[in-house]
């Protein structure tokens, strides 16, 4: 059962690398090629420096036949190491926790409970008033720090004065650098922000550099405007919500795409749990709706960060690798798709 389910995800990632050879040429010549999270990439710098024309197959959406495609692992992800190379040469867990409305004891608790299941992905944010907890929780385990893969983000408050925004959230988590920081959301000063984060990147002090709730738009207005690609886009994602032109359009661009609200969100999270679709689909591989949410991500290729308070929460949404979504389920999920945003960026 094993080697059954070994050989079929090196059979599905062989697919992915085949058909989407363009975005893995990019992310082989920077490879890692290191088991920890966030070692040293193979070239030294943030990213991959963007040319000024975008290749013209990476702006063209997904057509109709790749949208729908189930079968490939368009996000480059190893399913043995449970972690994808960004475009930067570093490697990032797929799975890890998100800690948005967590309070600080919540938050240090979860992180504790998360890095002891061996969970090493962490989302926080200034927004989220919480990095101080991430930064405490992670000095006091007895993980390395580099195995641990935090991601942090400026909000657009702190864009008229980036440099002193990167060095509170340095000196405010205090675990030596930050893996990844994002741009929260579009703003004023947004492409000056990203440059003083590309500076950063360049002196060290961040290893990637990203975009959250950045869409086609935006990106085909912002990129051209910046040195660096992007490593990651994080975006609303869940099945009521499952942008299914953006994340191609991303992923062709050779960005690795992360989703928010995996659960919908509080106040959303019975609905999306208790979906009849998603249930029955848990039921017959005998999980959770939770784990089949998260294991429909990781085959779209989308990373996951869901959040949660509860230790049981934590350990069960990391446990997503005794089972596979079958392409027809995966096919009964992409037909729930509402564009139904549970937020308003
Ligand atoms: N970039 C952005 O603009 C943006 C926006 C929003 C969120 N985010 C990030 O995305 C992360 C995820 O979003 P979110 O935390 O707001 O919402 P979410 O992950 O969709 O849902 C969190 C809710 O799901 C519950 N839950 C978690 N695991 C569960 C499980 N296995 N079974 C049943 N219930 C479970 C949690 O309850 P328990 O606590 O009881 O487990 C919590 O109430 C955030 O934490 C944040 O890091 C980013």
Redesign the pocket.
């Known amino acids: 059962m094993k080697l059954m389910l070994a050989s079929t995800l090196t059979f599905l990632f062989l697919l992915g690398m085949t058909a989407c050879g363009q975005a893995q040429t990019t992310q082989d010549t920077s490879a890692a090629g290191e088991s920890a999270a966030s070692s040293a990439p193979a070239e030294s710098g943030a990213g991959e420096t963007l040319s000024s024309e975008p290749a013209a197959e990476s702006i063209m959406p997904a057509s109709e036949g790749e949208k729908n495609s189930t079968t490939v692992n368009p996000g480059h992800f190893n399913f043995e190491t449970a972690t994808v190379t960004l475009n930067s040469g570093y490697e990032m867990p797929i799975m890890g926790?998100?800690?948005?409305?967590?309070s600080d004891e919540?938050c240090y608790n979860?992180v504790t409970a998360l890095l002891e299941a061996g969970g090493r992905l962490i989302?926080?944010?200034y927004?989220?008033h919480n990095e101080a907890a991430v930064g405490r929780a992670i000095r006091d385990s007895d993980v390395p720090r580099e195995e641990i893969f935090v991601?942090t983000?400026l909000y657009p408050s702190q864009f008229d004065d980036p440099e002193a925004a990167i060095q509170l959230a340095l000196d405010t988590l205090d675990i030596g650098y930050i893996d990844m920081m994002?741009l929260?959301?579009p703003g004023a000063g947004d492409v000056e922000a990203y440059l003083a984060m590309e500076q950063a990147a360049a002196d060290g002090k961040i290893h990637s550099i990203g975009l959250?709730?950045w869409y086609i738009e935006e990106l085909e207005e912002f990129l051209p405007q910046v040195n660096i690609t992007p490593a990651l886009v994080?975006?609303?994602i869940?099945p009521y919500y499952q942008e299914p032109d953006v994340v191609p359009y991303v992923q062709k661009l050779g960005i690795t795409v992360q989703?928010?609200?995996?659960?919908?969100?509080?106040g959303?999270?019975s609905e999306?749990?208790g979906d009849d679709t998603i249930s029955t689909i848990a039921e017959n591989h005998g999980v959770?709706?939770?784990?089949v949410i998260l294991r429909w991500n990781l085959q779209r290729g989308v990373v996951v960060?869901?959040?949660?308070?509860?230790p049981?929460?934590?350990r069960?949404?990391l446990d997503l690798f005794g089972f596979e979504l079958t392409d027809e389920e995966m096919t009964q999920i992409a037909v729930l798709n509402r564009d139904e945003k549970?937020?308003w960026?």
């Open positions: 926790l998100g800690t948005y409305s967590l919540e979860s989302d926080t944010a927004m989220y991601i983000k994002l929260h959301h959250s709730n994080q975006n609303e869940h989703g928010w609200y995996p659960f919908g969100g509080r959303h999270t999306l749990l959770t709706s939770a784990q960060i869901p959040g949660s308070s509860n049981d929460h934590i069960e949404n549970h937020d960026y």
